[in-house]
């Protein structure tokens, strides 16, 4: 009997990741490609193809691929399109199933990135046995996959989970969108980051911090300086963790996780995030959730996510 | 053919409502008593069974009881117990499916109030065909029963919906727990009744709500005096539909619903409700959500909700 397979794709504003996947999480091959090289969206979906070509030509044992899952900004689930994506260069709303679809006769599944990251904890990761919880990614910005009684949820028109954009404080920092208060403005890589500089504006305390411009400063450089006991690196810390968990102690009010996974850039900085997001988290739950709500690093943080989340869409959407 | 029919039971802190009611929602029979006459929980189920079988005498036609569904404060849906409810006598844990099913051989359901009303909704009001909605109810507190997927949210252990607990503001409002800033402390008849208070403080305009002590302001004089060109009722209501709007806007990142249901002493309000919050919900959604999400009242807010919404209950939980 010919093993099971699925092709997870993972489109992001710079690259393009394609791997090969069993059920079980082995990966067999993979590649990548630049998203940026095509305009037109259909020589896209060409070299898509000339990629996963190439990967099946060096399976070395009967196969049978069930399906395409597809994490991609501003995917509609729903609809199997990309719709108005701000950093992609195909304009207005891309049918991506259908037209993928003319070239693999294969059911194709599109989600955004952060709900593919908690279907591929709940198949793959951590989750595995659990009904109720939230993957938290956190990198450029900060996206959220929010499962409740065992299901994804996708919200009326496939935009559930959104959280980035939870509004934190009125009339804070500017969070794109023309939106200003957004979370992910100060919960995210690039939140630590403002929080730095304004940290650096607010305290007097001497930093290895102050001797980097914005453009040239990153996540790793401040956890490694809070590493090195950088008071600035550390408030940052302290100060994201807190708001982290103030809103995640708000958003159990909301679904009542079991656990909160936390994944991306800013979450590989362990426990300078963990620690303060835990202690802020479990005093402002409410009496009822304390101690009843997890908070994990994703068990998907050193697998390749992106493209397992991809994947385990099609066994999501293909098994009963 | 019987015909089957469904108990509801709504548990109140003052009234117990009990109602024999069908699929399509006729109540043929229903009666109230006071929830404070038994300390003893057992004492309680025995009345409670005795004007059960008082509504059953009152039937006039040949029907069969598929189950009985139950409304209650901390309820928790998974163990069928009310816990540790502060406006009930019964203190600790209470078996309350257990001891029921010792009276009636019958499947027995409880949830909160919020998440009956939102299944009530789902089989009886105006989300017949709606898979993703929320119903907010404003009354003493802020309740929400949460649908998405076309399921209620319970969450890890039954305690999701407590959207009346999420902290909008620091160190603001006292609102019970310990707690200050919470939501339900803002937007809900009380709380409506306490910005109020505060305007008449902020304020300098002559108002017919200078003649009232707060114990005996009541809501609909709110609604009253604004009705009639008050300009503290007015701003009242305007700054408790914006910040009610305010809040739908980040509800709406979490699950991306097709409509706010409003339910309660505060909906009656009307269009001095639904009119403020309405514009603040639209003007805070993110671009993609604008003109998408739909507020609108309740479709129990003339019918019995509490008595329909817990035997919907029973519905929800024995149709495949």
Redesign the interface.
């Known amino acids: 009997m010919s093993k099971k397979v699925a092709i997870g794709v993972d489109i992001g504003g710079t690259l393009t990741k394609v791997g090969i996947v069993d059920r079980e999480g082995n990966l067999f091959a993979h590649t990548d490609f630049s998203t940026t090289k095509h305009k037109e969206f259909g020589d896209y979906l060409d070299e898509l193809k000339s990629h996963i070509e190439e990967l099946k030509s060096k399976m070395d044992f009967d196969y049978e691929i069930t399906g395409i899952g597809v994490g991609a900004p501003n995917a509609n689930f729903f609809r199997g399109t990309i ?2 994506a701000a950093n992609l260069l195909w304009k207005g709303v891309v049918p991506f199933s259908q037209e993928l679809q003319k070239r693999y006769d294969l059911p194709v599944f599109i989600t955004n990135d952060a709900s593919a990251a908690a279907i591929g904890e709940m198949i793959y990761g951590e989750a595995v046995n ?3 919880f939230m993957v938290i990614t956190l990198g450029t910005g900060l996206g959220s996959g ?1 499962v ?2 065992g ?1 994804l ?11 980035g ?3 934190i404080e009125k009339g804070g920092r500017l969070t794109g ?1 023309g ?1 200003r208060g957004g979370l992910e403005a100060y919960v995210s890589s690039t939140g630590l980051k403002r929080t730095v500089f304004f940290l650096l504006s607010d305290m007097m305390d001497d930093s290895v911090l102050r001797d980097y411009s914005y453009n040239d400063l990153h996540g790793e450089m401040i956890s490694k300086a809070a590493e090195e006991g950088d008071p600035i690196a550390q408030a940052a810390f302290e100060m994201t963790g807190r708001i982290l968990g ?1 809103q995640l ?3 159990t ?6 656990a909160y996974f936390l994944l991306g850039g800013l979450a590989k900085a362990g426990k300078w995030i963990f620690d303060p997001t835990r202690k802020h988290l479990e005093k ?1 739950l ?4 304390q101690g ?2 997890k908070l994990l690093p994703s068990g998907m943080m050193d697998k390749n996510a992106a493209i397992l989340g991809a994947a385990a869409l099609v066994w999501n959407n293909t098994e009963s």
């Open positions: 719709e108005h659990m009904k109720d929010i409740a009684n299901q949820i996708y919200g009326h028109d496939s935009q559930a989970g959104e959280l954009h939870v509004m969108l939106r103030e102690a708000n958003f009010t909301f679904s009542h996780p079991e402002n409410l009496p009822f959730y009843k709500v």
